[in-house]
């Protein structure tokens, strides 16, 4: 049995349950907000496969860990979900394994991190080390700026660390790739709606990607740092290549769907079948 846990139901978990439906697959949902999780037993709710939907990065790992050590397949796995819940820690697996990334830096204080802004030269992008849909990250384009955002993030995020990207000059798209068992299911242009920002999901344009065989080959290298799941990796079209800025744990796929119509939702479920 598949047991789809997740925290809120957003388009995609509605999707997914939809197509167990129409193929009688056996299935069930669990909210993790209201099921406690056993870590010291079993969980008798949970099937042989739990695919881990939470908005919440923090349900994610630990309901991946508590399952994964009780013998249930977990999509994601694990270690999925703690490499890719950390932006600094995943540029530096993307660096270990020789994927194209943009040119990244971590400082511990905030003069360090002026410094580091100042070695790049403005403008540079600023990102909390964990976050989704472009929350708080900033382009930042002079001392004043930095030392304004670097306040206001350590007012809401973890303070004292600052993840310092190089600008990466590119078209104003990028691409998202839906990964599915080390596979391309999907691939897509996002373009910005307005600002610099291009992963905006609210309305932003969305074309089919047209991939090289180059970017095909780095996309898929990146997905097998990782166990293989469904995974969503983030690009960008540098003058010297693609460059991936971005793996996640839970991938969104309503846009790409708008191209791809039922594929990605079918290469989901298929992935899953094949694991229960
Ligand atoms: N180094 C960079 N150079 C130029 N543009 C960048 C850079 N890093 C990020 N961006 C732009 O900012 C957007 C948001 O960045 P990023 O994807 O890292 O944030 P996020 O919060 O993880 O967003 P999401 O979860 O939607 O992917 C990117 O889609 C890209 O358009």
Redesign the pocket.
Known sequence: MISIIYDYINWEEKQIIKKLQEENIEYNIINAKDEPLNITGKNSKIGDVAFIRCVSHRRSLYYSAILENQGIRTINSFNIFNITGN?IITSAYLYKNNIPT???TVSFSKDAAIGVCNSYGYP??F??AS???????S?IKNDNMAETIFSMNDMVNESGVYYI??????P???I?AILINHDISAAVY?Y?NDG??????RGGKVEKAALSDYDREIIIKASEIFDAGVI?I?A?ESPDGI?I??I?GRV?FKGASRVYGDKIINDVVNFLKSTS
């Open positions: 932006k943009p040119e990244s540079v992008v990102k909390p976050g989704s849909w472009g929350r708080m990250v382009l990207q190089r600008y990466v000059e590119r104003p798209r990028d998202r996002r910005s610099w920002k291009t992963n905006l999901y969503g983030d960008m460059k800025h971005e996640n969104e």
